[in-house]
């Protein structure tokens, strides 16, 4: 394969469907090495073999990035089998929606844990590599992509703790592109809206209709628009910082 990431390492989380999925699709068709990293093993390897098969480098990693060791032993299996780091995609997530009077704690707890402090782990972890391929590649720059939503710039009744969650990340973001500018890793959040994944089917089975009235008729996007987004981003020259990309379903609303 020739493309823009040529020579480069690329770490997805959340990888085994959906956006992440997509966007290692979409990293790979650029040439980028690409490890996958995700909990379902069985699908990682299914996405692994398919870019492989086109072409391209893939590595299956199998880990929950909410143990600590387990984010740190993810980083570090990447760099050993591929050599190097270059982009981050913090893809993984978990929306659990609905009233915040009924909603059962644990749900919070899972929530925070995948999309806040398993985001951090596996950021922590990997920083020092990228800070050290912004140094010796040609491209002279690395990239943090961070996966938010739409309930990240605009908080809606029933999104209470998602929404807390993922306007978290896009603060997080911002701070950490201020710090790591010096060493010219870009730090962008991207903001997807209504996307047709696997996202909606954890919410509680009382809530989904719910969710199902909100969307009827609404054409979503699919992944790829998504990994189309990430893949401009970490695909500019270095002169080029891409910070915040939002990016709706056409005709949706909030």
Known sequence: MNGKLDGTVALVTGASSGIGEATA???????????????RRDRLEEVAESIRSDGGTALE????????????GAVERTVEALGRLDTLVNNAGLMLIGPFAQAPADEWD???????????????????????????????????????????????AGNAVYSLT?????????????????????????EPGTVDTELGTHVRAELQEAIARQT?????LHPEDIADAIAYIVTRDRRVAVNEMLVRAGAQTW
């Open 25 to 39: 699709r979409a990293l790979a068709r650029q040439g980028a090495a690409v490890a996958l990293v995700a909990r």
């Open 61 to 72: 990693i199998e880990a929950d990035i909410t143990d600590g060791t387990a984010a740190q």
């Open 110 to 156: 899972r929530m925070l844990a995948i999309n806040v402090q398993g985001l951090l782990r596996i950021t922590q972890a990997a920083q020092p590599h990228l800070v050290r391929a912004a140094e010796d590649t040609p491209r002279q720059v690395a990239d943090i992509v961070n996966i938010s939503s739409t309930a990240g710039r605009v908080a809606n």
């Open 166 to 190: 993922k306007f978290g990340v896009v603060a997080f973001t911002e701070a950490l592109r201020k710090e790591l500018l010096p060493q010219r890793v870009r730090v962008s959040v991207v």
């Open 216 to 220: 009827e008729g609404l054409e979503k």
